[in-house]
């Protein structure tokens, strides 16, 4: 999942490389199917869904579901005000807001990389101490 949102990040790593009002843009400025190859413009969730489409991953329902958490805490995080829930609307919702910044989605992005990097250091320490207790058991 880590790569892919640094994959969503590659996505709108510059201001020419996002947009708002659609999911994704050609070079034209008209709206296209995300995973058209004419896409080179995405909002976050459609870079963020283009991402995942484009990752190769084990499970891909558990690793969307574990990166929409780290963007929904992510937002949490720069934003208190934000709803309890991110769901694609909302993310899409927050893109669009009028005051959403390209810096705004790069900070969020860089956010919900740090907390992925952080759960994933968590899930591997509590998994070796599982592993030890259970070599341990008499």
């Not at 999942?1 to 996505?11: F, Y």
């Not at 034209?28 to 190859?37: A, D, E, I, R, S």
């Not at 829930?85 to 009028?98: G, H, I, M, P, V």
Request: net charge negative; with cysteine; hydrophobic share 35%.
């Amino acid at each position: 999942r880590i790569d892919a949102l640094r994959k969503m990040r590659e996505l709108v790593d510059s201001p020419e490389k996002w947009c708002k009002g659609m999911f994704a843009q050609d070079a034209n400025g008209q709206k296209v199917q995300l995973n058209q190859p004419e896409a080179v413009c995405f909002c976050v969730f459609g870079a963020f869904r283009r991402a995942f489409d484009d990752t190769p991953l084990l499970n891909k329902s558990d690793a969307f579901c574990e990166s929409l958490y780290s963007i929904k805490k992510a937002l949490a995080k720069l934003n208190n005000a934000y709803p309890e829930q991110t769901y694609q609307y909302e993310l899409s919702a927050w893109n669009d807001f009028q005051s959403t910044t390209h810096s705004d989605v790069l900070k969020m992005i860089d956010t919900a990389i740090e907390i992925a990097i952080e759960e994933e250091k968590k899930r591997k320490k509590d998994a070796a101490t599982q592993q030890d207790s259970e070599d341990f058991e008499p």
